[in-house]
């Protein structure tokens, strides 16, 4: 069976401070796809991962990808309270099928 | 505005009464999906289509139907609704290709009693 594994499912962090997000799937795939959902709001695309070694960055977030691994990293540098949010990854395991698996995601509050 | 449009947003009703879930687009997308999120588990696609008249489940289709008559519209529908169907339920669409991502419906919380 397919899995999408995020770690930590919940981060309380301190502004400023710097972290990291791991998700982990047992599939191979060369698709990742990160998404922020705000409390009582629906999902925002973030980062869209197509190939082994793609690094991606906007503002304070960096998305990374290892096929080889089958890892996606989700860095946090200096963070600040409106990235509170919950952070899904995605894998679409084989291309082309539109059968994305989603992690469990990822809780982020940042403390002032 | 480009938007996934969803209705109801919230929608309470009872065992056995038949529902439709609305999904209008207006990106002229290809690609449309329904997802079910629960406390825990993510979310979990519930049936996609790849275009108009092609549909297919995901992982979780049972007790849902959808069809795809117009490239804009993707209902989502419960014949039968259980109390396992109280839910948050998104609709998704995207262009026909995996490089993109995918624009989401506001939601659409669901309690079945």
């Known amino acids: 069976e397919l899995k999408v594994e995020q770690n930590p499912l919940f981060l309380s962090m301190q502004e400023g401070k710097n972290y990291t997000i791991y998700c982990n799937y047992s599939?191979?795939?060369?698709?990742l796809y990160w998404y922020r959902q705000d409390p009582g709001k629906s999902l925002e695309s973030l980062f869209v991962?197509?190939?082994?070694?793609a690094v991606k960055q906007e503002g304070r977030l960096m998305a990374s990808l290892d096929t080889k691994a089958r890892l996606s990293t989700l860095h946090i540098t200096a963070a600040v309270h409106d990235l509170s949010a919950t952070y899904f990854c995605?894998?679409?395991?084989?291309?082309?099928?539109?059968?994305?698996?989603f992690g469990t995601g990822t809780r982020l509050k940042v403390l002032a | 505005e480009a938007q996934v449009t969803q209705n109801p947003r919230y929608l309470i009703t009872v065992t056995g009464k038949k529902l439709t879930v609305t999904c209008s687009q207006n990106m002229n997308h290809e690609y449309m999906s329904w997802y079910r999120q629960d406390p825990g588990l993510g979310l979990r696609q519930i049936y996609y289509?790849?275009?108009?008249?092609?549909?297919d489940k995901g992982d979780v289709p049972e007790g849902y139907k959808v069809s795809r008559k117009e490239k804009r519209n993707f209902p989502l529908i419960l014949e039968s609704p259980s109390p396992n169907q109280t839910s948050l339920y998104f609709c998704?669409?995207?262009?026909?290709?995996?490089?993109?991502?995918?624009?989401f419906g506001q939601g659409t919380r669901l309690t079945v009693v």
């Open positions: 998704a669409s995207s262009l026909y290709s995996t490089d993109t991502e995918a624009f």
């Open positions: 599939t191979t795939s060369d698709r």
């Open positions: 991962l197509l190939s082994n070694g």
């Open positions: 995605a894998v679409d395991p084989t291309s082309g099928t539109y059968k994305y698996i």
């Open positions: 289509s790849m275009n108009v008249e092609v549909t």
